[in-house]
């Protein structure tokens, strides 16, 4: 069982629909004021969610951990709220930039305990028999 990697795999990809069908929009009518707001989609969501996952899934042990879970709910709540932000701040809202900038904290918060996570994981001693 490894639900930490199946959420990530799933918001991933549900990232990539949503980022890519953004694109389209864009490209159909070459509107393209949310050009960021597509790139962190799918950089933030599609790209970064899936290694999430995949990682996951290479090191199935890591995923068990409460810091695992931790990070899972960082990285989600930092994305959801980044995207609508950055979204609000491209179409005219400045005042929302306190926002924006608490959410990029957060988004780096999870990238930092992914850190400590992957080399907690790649730095295990082999076990001795
Ligand atoms: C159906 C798939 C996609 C479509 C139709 C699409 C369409 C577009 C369009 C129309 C633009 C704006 C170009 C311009 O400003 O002249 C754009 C920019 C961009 N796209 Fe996509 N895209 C797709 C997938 C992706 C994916 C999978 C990624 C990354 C993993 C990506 C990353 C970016 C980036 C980084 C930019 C530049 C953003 C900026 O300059 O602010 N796109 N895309």
Redesign the pocket.
Known sequence: MNRISDRFLQLGVLA?LT??SL??Y??ATQN?TL??V??HI??LG??SMLLYGLFYRAFPQAGQTKLAVVHFWVAVLGFLIMVPSLAAEMLGHKEIAPVLGAASVVVLLSMLLFVVIVFKATSAKPATA
């Open positions: 990539a980022g890519m694109g389209v864009m490209g393209f050009s960021p597509h790139a799918n950089l599609w790209v």
